[in-house]
């Protein structure tokens, strides 16, 4: 089954990303894939491995250190989000691999990492952010949601699931604040 996605149609009203005392936010360097490693596989994010990391993340076409931002704790990695570009889909930035380690949530760590990478992608010029997420991450899907995220709705399933989701969160109107894919123009006819 396809992820569910999500779509920042303004980044100009993103606000300052304020981290909160006692942590610092960086960009990565050489080495973390090991604490990037750790966030990615107790958040379930996929790339469990350095080496996983290197080949998927760092070998990239868009990978760039200033793109994946870290927060630290006491000199240890403690959440991550990437501001990622698709070269084949011009015109829009991606976050991707949101994550906060269970001891360090409930602080906001998600909406600062976030935060600075959606500032990234405005940096570059882009003025939309997508994403996508999982039907089951309820957490992350609020947090967007209050970033100024819609859904999109991009397949079949699409309508459904953020019915549901929506209802699950309490927030029934999930459907009718979401993005349908634009249509097609047909070729060689009216």
């Known amino acids: ?6 779509e920042k149609g ?9 981290v909160p005392e006692g ?31 290197r080949h998927r993340m760092l070998e990239h076409p868009c990978f760039a250190p200033e ?12 959440a991550t989000a990437a501001a990622w570009v698709e070269p084949d889909q011009p015109g829009y930035g991606y976050l991707r691999m949101v994550g906060v380690l269970p001891e360090h949530r409930r602080k906001r760590l998600g909406v600062t990492v976030a935060l600075a990478a959606i500032a990234h992608t405005r940096g570059e010029g882009l003025r939309r ?8 991450r309820h957490v992350a899907i609020g947090m967007y949601l209050d970033l100024g ?7 079949a399933t699409h309508a459904t699931r953020w019915e549901i989701v929506g ?11 979401g993005r349908p894919r634009a249509a097609r123009r047909r070729r060689g006819g009216l």
């Open 167 to 177: 209802n699950e969160l309490g927030r029934p109107d999930l459907v009718s604040r």
């Open 67 to 78: 793109r994946i931002f870290l927060l630290e704790w006491a000199g240890e990695a403690v």
């Open 23 to 53: 942590y610092r936010l960086r960009t990565f360097r050489p080495g973390d894939e090991i604490g990037l490693a750790h966030i990615y596989t107790v958040c379930e994010l996929g790339n469990e491995s350095p080496g996983a990391i």
């Open 149 to 155: 995220f819609v859904p999109l709705l991009l397949d």
């Open 129 to 136: 952010q997508r994403l996508r997420t999982d039907d089951w």
């Open 10 to 18: 303004d980044l100009e009203d993103v606000p300052e990303v304020a």
């Open 1 to 6: 089954m396809s992820q569910l996605s999500m």
